[in-house]
């Protein structure tokens, strides 16, 4: 399957965004997302489908849609000014009208004379309104209706039954103000609807604004300045002392010290030598570096950022589904409502025209933006909360399911502890001297990149040893052949010995004979305990699993006030674990960094990895913590239970707004005015009521 992400043109509300994502829904093997706060489409489609056939599909909506290019920023600002513009005429050519209603407070009489009623009003309906117009021909063309279209034909049919009215002397009141007024008053509100999802919008583009376009490359002798995207991985640039840094590398010449904090979160600058990576975006500070590109384009570290950032905020979370379904029908519903209540009032009154205000009422309150902003725009600030917290979400689903957690499952070592083990003792059996017993364990461990493997290397300072046959035995430990003869180092139920410890250790076995135990020790987080104890005032209840020791994983629980761990777990007796506390109805997360904790963290309900965990774990995991400290557990579930609060905030304002507006407005408690202004402000609280998740601040 294809991706690709669309740049969608002439959305104005949810009915526009349920449209187009039915239609190309019903292309063969095509899944869309449309998003409308975003103003984009995610498009999953088949090789038998092209990118234009998708693109004329839309077009045939009555939409357009093009390409997005990453990194490129959607400028608003030529369609924000269009919107001011057509909002300030309208509203100078209606403030008469307000000055009339204001007076007619006070005096039943209005002192416009009708002929200049027309001259106010007409620009307003046909000038400022275009937009309303050319939104409901297109939404009409593509066989829909949305909200321009009740616009559209409220304000129409009051303008017009005042123009007939005032042409052919008809003794009736004039309704000029109201199509005029309605028109400014949803101008008015989209213009601020639009800067606030521009605002909502300024993390992401924040995020892109840091990659730097520029780099610096030696040419002739010279520094030359070129454009980043033209270099590839295994090209040369060079970093002034103060720069950003252009592509993810690794040094070749130079050391000084990186501001790395737009990736991790953490203030002080990192020391750079020969050797070490440094990655796009992040800022040199005295020195400078010559180094050779590693990623560029797509492939760096910000881009991968940037693209789960954009991802998870143009996703859905399920309580967007009875949104779309709603959204599906609730334009064609209040065209019905408003032309039953026409009828009745007919009927009621003996008057043809007595329903008319109350009809167009009925279309001018009705507001399907409320509801097609009410989720996106919640849930674009809650991404970006999250990940200015240094945490990333993968999906809108997993931001949703993260409030829901009440156990979580920590793997023990590279999570709750650094993941940095040292060696503490080295216990070699008779006849067996220390350098023979550590010489057969860092041979064995040298293709390991586990960190009790790593630290046996780091600790052994000799040759080591050809190893042949290597394999390794996930979670337990590692089988070779050293000298022609079979070699084996792991955990003691590896070996199927146990020592007399309490710590953990690795035993090292050749040709069958035990050589001797090495005991490593590995110091728990700064903010694992903090983390803990946080999420026991949440009453989310902490477990460990871990392959490592009993004595070990015992030590690491009392230290943390962990009651339920369990040690010697191999990776698929995890799974079976975390599936024995769902069947439990156990709502269960888990926490984990390495290769051995992959199948645990796709089996959880919501799984976090470490941005410094393996790949493997990356890959599966739903939520990453940027910075290897585990608050950002849970600050995602704070964030979470935040997001979904204001989502529900929305959805009930949304609801609630046209289950009472509409009636309102049926029964004729409600001008057409004032039915437009609620109709603005509903949108307006919406997207302002979202803007609200940036005041979050995380628990003690």
Known sequence: MN????????????????????????????????????????????????????????????????????????????????????????????????????????????????WLQLLLATPVQFWSGRRFYRGAW????????????????????????????????FSHDLYFEASAIVITLVLLGKYLEARAKVKAAQSLESLIRLQPSRA??????????????????????????????????????????????????????????????????????????????TGTGRETVLAGIIRLVAAAQGSKPPVQRLVDRVSAVFVPAVLGISLVTLVLWGVWT???????????????????????????????????????????????????????????????????????PAVAGIFPESGIDEEKLMQMAASLEARSEHPLARAIVKAYRGEPLPVEDFRAVGGQGITGTVAGKPARVGSPAFLGREPAAGTTVIGVEHDGR??????????????????????????????????????????????????????????????????????????VGMAGDGVNDAPALAAAHVSFALAAGSAAALDVADITLMRDELSGIVDAIELSAATLAKIRQNLFFAFIYNVLGIPLAALGLLNPAIAGAAMALSSVSVVSNSLLLNRWKRSN
Not at 15 to 40: F, H, P, Q, W, Y
């Open 216 to 293: 610096f490359v030696e040419k002739d002798g010279f520094l030359v300045e070129v454009d980043a995207a033209s270099l590839k991985p295994g090209d040369a640039f060079e970093v002034r002392p103060g720069d950003a840094i252009a592509l993810d590398g690794r040094v070749t010449a130079g050391a000084s010290s990186v501001n790395e904090s737009m990736l991790t979160g953490e203030s002080m600058p990192v020391a750079k030598r020969i050797g070490n990576h440094v990655y796009a975006g992040t800022i040199n500070g005295e020195g400078t570096l010559k180094v050779v590109a």
């Open 3 to 114: 991706v690709v992400e669309l740049d969608l043109e002439g959305m104005t509300c949810a009915a526009c965004a349920a449209r187009i994502e039915k239609n190309l829904n019903k292309l063969d093997g095509v899944e869309a997302s449309v998003n409308l706060a975003t103003e984009k489409a995610v498009v999953r489609f088949p090789e038998t489908t092209s990118v234009e056939a998708l693109l004329e599909r839309i077009r045939d909506t009555g939409y357009d849609a093009h390409v997005a290019r990453e990194g490129e920023l959607r400028d608003h600002s030529a369609a924000n000014r269009k919107a001011r513009n057509d909002f300030l005429l309208a509203a100078a050519l209606s403030a008469p009208f307000l000055v009339e209603m204001t007076a007619m407070l006070w005096d039943t009489h209005g002192w416009l004379p009708g």
């Open 138 to 169: 297109k939404a009409l063309r593509g066989g829909t209706a949305n909200m321009d279209v009740l616009v559209a034909l409220g304000t129409t049919v009051a303008y017009l039954f005042s123009l007939v009215t005032l042409v052919s002397g």
């Open 350 to 420: 003996g008057e043809v025209l007595a329903g008319m205000i109350p009809a167009v009422s009925v279309l001018v309150i009705a507001c399907p933006c409320a509801l097609g902003l009410a989720t996106p725009t919640a849930l674009m600030v809650g991404v970006e909360r999250t990940a200015r917290a240094d945490v990333l979400i993968r999906n809108a689903a997993a931001l949703e399911a993260a409030k829901q957690i009440d156990t979580l499952v920590f793997d023990k070592t590279g999570t709750l502890t650094r993941g940095e």
């Open 514 to 587: 035990l050589l001797g135990w090495i005991a490593l020790s590995d110091a728990l987080r700064p903010t694992s305990k903090a983390a803990v104890e946080r999420l026991k005032s949440m009453r989310i209840e902490p477990v460990i699993l871990s392959g490592d020791s009993a004595a070990a994983v015992q030590a690491i629980a009392a230290e943390l006030g962990i009651e339920r761990w369990r040690a010697g777990v191999l990776p698929h007796e995890k799974v079976a674990e975390l599936k024995k506390l769902q069947d439990g109805r156990r709502f």
